[in-house]
């Protein structure tokens, strides 16, 4: 009996110790969670009490995003506008790109009667230049159009004193230069075609060989004249078999 009362009271008594430990331990869990709340308020409540002394700047920006958007909306193309300036520039007149363009007015005006009426120049103001002589000139005016129609009865080969006679022989004669080309297989075709027309006489020569020549060309003339009237006549025979550009020449080393 006395063995049972022992074992009881030992029990109560872990127990107590027991209900002890943990009601310290609550004590202690309640005093730090009171601490920790303190220092919470101490580091928390002046930032709600700043925020909530100032309630005035919440409405700016509202307002704010209203001018900002207002400018990045407007400048953007709207397939409206994009189709109208597609239409402009349809109907925009076209230009020639190889004419000076002095103005949108003028490159309208100038264009349409250059296309109605035509050239000013006749055929009868062009003259016959020999590619072996330096052209020091062009007319620079309309007003020079009469001179112009004199021009064909001079030709170039009277410009120089040993054409003056028209009976007159040069050293190794006249020829009648039918084409001036860059090389011989180039002449040696034309020479082809011009036997195909039915000229007889064709050859070549190289021009750096003759002093009254150009240096450098392939020419392709047409027989040896010892006399200007004589090459007078296969001038006219080349001209009449296609050759119109054909002109006559003095040979001399």
């Known amino acids: 009996m006395a063995v049972a009362t022992g074992t009881i009271r030992r029990r109560r008594g872990q127990e107590q110790q027991k209900l002890a430990a943990k009601s310290k331990r609550d004590k202690v ?10 220092a919470v308020l ?6 709600l009490m700043s925020s909530g002394s100032t309630p005035s700047p919440a409405p700016a920006p509202v307002a704010a995003p209203a001018p900002a958007t207002t400018p990045a909306t407007s400048g953007l193309p709207t ?6 300036e597609l239409r402009a520039i349809a109907k925009l007149p076209s230009k020639d790109p190889f004419q000076a363009q002095l103005g949108a007015n003028a490159a309208v005006t100038t264009a ?6 035509g050239p000013a ?3 009868k103001h062009f003259v016959v230049k020999d590619p072996f002589k330096a052209q020091i000139g062009a007319p620079t005016s309309a007003a020079t159009s009469a001179p112009l129609a004199k021009a064909p009865s001079v030709t170039p080969a009277k410009a120089v004193p040993v054409h003056k006679t028209a009976t ?3 050293p190794l004669g006249y020829i009648v230069i039918l084409r001036s080309l860059d090389s011989k297989a180039a002449a040696q075709q034309e020479v082809s075609r011009a036997r195909a027309k039915g000229l007889t006489g064709v050859a070549i020569l190289y021009s750096s060989k003759y002093t009254t ?7 392709v003339y ?15 025979d080349a001209r009449a078999h296609g050759y119109g550009s054909a002109y006559r020449r003095p040979v001399k080393k």
């Open 29 to 38: 869990i309640l005093a730090v969670g009171g601490v920790v709340l303190l």
């Open 42 to 47: 101490v580091y928390e409540v002046p930032k």
């Open 79 to 84: 397939p409206e506008l994009v189709r109208s």
């Open 112 to 117: 349409v009667p250059g296309l109605k009426h």
């Open 121 to 123: 120049v006749r055929a």
């Open 168 to 170: 007159g022989s040069a």
């Open 213 to 219: 020549l150009r240096r450098g060309y392939w020419v």
């Open 222 to 236: 047409l027989n040896r004249y010892p006399t200007m009237t004589a090459a007078n006549a296969g001038l006219q």
